[in-house]
């Protein structure tokens, strides 16, 4: 059987698609993915067999290429790093396909992070990106911001079932339903990030109340305080 790859393609523009996965994805068969994934590597999949899926069709699509895949590649590039918000789907390709290798990218996180100036190593990362019950999760974020962490989260955009979408509208009243003063809570959020359609918004949580925003959206709760290593002088001072 050929090989299988699961790559990280960025969070949208293709400058951001490492140059590891660029050599997987021009030298491969096989390419599926989603619309929005395979825009970002277009200039890499030209000639190629490529299949453009959705959550509803992508498992007939897996079906129908394991049976003809034979000796070739078969690439499937998820937006941001194949290792976040991604693992129900990657526990699906390793019960498909067995042997799958995994090669990671930039997340949206990780710029989001950046361009908040908030350190990741000090600070929560949670997504409620999940078909799975989100409650523990929830209970998560709150912990998170009581503890006084600043935290960097996914949204869950559900427009067909309101009682599981849980986007920043939705956040904000439930962070005030239970306590917060979001009127006080400085937050960030980023549309498209990295492309040309990028926007972005800073204010406070209350704000976010009755504003929508896209499932291509991440948000940061930023509780950073500088730390900087001046504060520890008795380290290498006598």
Known sequence: MGKVFAVGVGPGSPKYVTEVVNDIVKNCDIVVGYKYTLKTIEHLIKGKEVYEI????????YQKILPELGNRTLVIPFTGDV????????????EIFGEIEVIPGISSIQVAASRAKVPLDKSKVITMH???????????????????HSVVLVPRPWPKQPDKHFMQSEIAIYLREHGFDTGKMKVHVYEAITTENETSFVGTV???EGKEFSDLSVMVFNQTNLDSYMNYRWQWEN
Not at 54 to 61: A, C, G, V
Not at 131 to 142: A, F, N, S, V, Y
């Open 206 to 208: 209350k704000d976010l």
């Open 54 to 61: 959705t959550m509803n069709d992508q498992e007939r699509s």
């Open 83 to 94: 290792n976040f918000s991604e693992s129900e789907v990657v526990d699906r390709l390793i």
């Open 130 to 148: 999940v078909t799975t019950p989100i409650e523990d999760k929830k209970l998560e974020l709150q912990k998170a911001l009581i503890d006084g």
